[in-house]
């Protein structure tokens, strides 16, 4: 049971342009949303998380965003780079995180 | 290098045949997860262990899978009987006991039965 929506499947962005990806989730019950960003051949590697009681976390050139009453968040990539490829995927989790309930995936592609 | 070090780093094997993987996390985390992730697809939680007690175990993981954690430090999964739609990636990933520490994954086993 798929319990995160994340849109697109895949995504193609030219060099210095921003990447966005979105995810829903239904049950309220998570206080946890990371984003992973996995390379092929690599496991996936934490790259930003949040929690719901904050709007909006930014690392470098990687914010979260998110709206509890709208039960989405999304990543947004700004002056995304060709090393920037690679496939993303949201989770949630709850409590101590011994559980996290992933995305699909985004694959993204950032052309040069 | 002391990240999440899994072995080995690929599999093959025939259908009927059982096969096991280790995990070592890093040091000093007491918490360890295996999961499993197919093409085109997220990690599926498979089974957790706190130091070596596992403590829970996803409906996924079928009587075919066992995963020990001998000592509280390094962790094995083994599948008996392998069957075609055992071939996955399968990831550990390890954290500190902490909150929502964040998961730490090795570079996972691609496992294929053919």
């Known amino acids: 049971q798929q319990q995160v929506k994340q849109s697109p499947q895949s995504l193609i962005v030219q060099k210095g342009g921003i990447s966005i990806i979105n995810c829903a989730y239904e049950?309220?019950?998570?206080?946890?949303f990371p984003w992973y960003q996995q390379f092929p051949g690599k496991g996936p590697a934490l790259l930003i998380a949040?929690?719901?009681d904050v709007s909006e976390k930014k690392e470098g050139r990687f914010t979260i965003s998110f709206n509890k009453s709208a039960k989405q968040f999304s990543l947004h990539i700004m002056d995304s780079q060709p090393g920037d490829s690679a496939t993303y995927f949201c989770a949630r989790g709850a409590g101590n995180n011994r559980k996290l309930i992933w995305g699909l995936g985004t694959s993204l592609a950032v052309n040069p | 290098d002391t990240g999440v070090s899994q072995n080995p780093r690929h599999k093959i094997t025939k259908r009927g045949q059982n096969v096991t993987f280790r995990c070592d996390p890093i040091s000093e985390h007491n918490r360890l997860y295996w999961y499993r992730q197919t093409l085109g697809q997220g990690p599926e939680f498979l089974t957790y262990?706190?130091?070596?007690?596992?403590?829970?175990k996803s409906r996924l993981l079928s009587d075919r899978f066992s995963a020990e954690r001998p000592k509280g430090s390094f962790s094995t999964l083994e599948i008996q009987r392998t069957e075609q739609g055992d071939s996955a990636m399968y990831l550990c990933a390890s954290s500190l006991d902490r909150g929502n520490s964040p998961l730490h994954f090795g570079n996972g086993t691609r496992l294929t039965v053919t």
């Open positions: 949040i929690r719901p």
């Open positions: 262990f706190q130091n070596e007690a596992q403590l829970e």
């Open positions: 049950n309220t019950a998570f206080d946890y």
